[in-house]
Each structure stands twice: as C-alpha cells, then as structure tokens.
C-alpha cells in the first residue's frame, strides 16, 4: 500500500499544474470533460497518491464561487452521485434496495452540497421521490433537462 502523501505540500499549486498539464485551463473544464466520474477518479487521475478527491472538491467549489456557477456544480455532483449508485439509471420500481441505492445518492449528494444551495437540495431531493423520473434516466451532465428543472441556474 503506499503512503498517501495528499495534504504534504501546497497541495493547491500541485492540483493546478496537474490540470495544466492535462491541457485544461481551470478544474471545472477538467471535470467537465469527465461529468460522470467520481470525485476520487478525477482525483486518481490528478495524482493516484497526492490528490484527494476532497481536494479536487474543494477547488471545484472555489471556482464554482469565483464564477457564479454553484447551482451547476450541485447539479454536477448529484450527475456522479447517481452514475456510481444507479449505474443503470434511475430503477422502475423502488423497492427496499433500491430506494437504499437512490437514498445513498441523495445522501452523498446531499453531503457535498455548499450550504447555500442545502434548501435546494433537500427540496430537489424530495420532488425527484415524490415523483419519480422515468425508468432507466440517467443524467449524463449538469445541464440535463430534468436536473435543470430541479435546480435552475439562479445562485443562492
């Protein structure tokens, strides 16, 4: 096993020129480019034993701020949520597992949700339960029709 070296250094600057390296301009155009990865695969990807995946989070939010895009980057976050939970779509009958799988979705969402946008989220959560997409939709970006509807692009 090796030794995760994430927080030695200025783990900022190494985060910055890993993405430079890979041709990207900023963090969001480097996760943009890969909307269905999990926060730790775009972390391996950066750096398999000096990036973490709260880390690539972390400067995602900060730019997200800088630019007044949060409310796509919660949207963002819920599209990887629902990719590694419901790999297959949203499931056609919400049975014991699989209202466990779309609970643990909401719930990680939920948990990497800027608390400005926290309201929001619960209230998105809660209408995607109460009405449920149609069988089998998965959201492949931010800026799915569904998802917008949800959480529209006003900043909190």
Avoid: I
């Avoid at 695969?41 to 949060?70: W, Y």
């Avoid at 990887?80 to 719930?107: I, Y």
């Avoid at 492949?140 to 029709?145: A, M, R």
């Amino acid at each position: 096993m090796s030794k995760d070296r994430s927080w030695e250094g200025n783990w900022k600057v190494r985060l910055y020129e890993r993405v430079r390296e890979l041709g990207y301009d900023s963090l969001t155009a480097f996760a943009d480019a890969r909307p269905t990865a999990s926060l730790v695969a775009l972390a391996e990807e950066l750096g398999p034993d000096d990036v973490a995946g709260v880390q690539v989070f972390s400067g995602l939010v900060a730019e997200a701020e800088r630019n007044h895009q949060v409310t796509r980057l919660v949207r963002g976050q819920l599209v990887r949520e629902l990719c590694a939970c419901l790999p297959n779509g949203w499931p056609a009958v919400l049975d014991d597992a699989n209202r466990f799988k779309v609970a643990k979705a909401l719930g990680l969402w939920s948990s990497f949700t800027p608390t400005t946008h926290e309201e929001r989220v619960r209230r998105a959560g809660d209408a995607l339960l109460a009405t449920p997409p149609s069988p089998g939709w998965r959201p492949l970006g931010p800026d799915d029709e569904l998802l917008r509807t949800l959480l529209p692009d006003e900043e909190a």
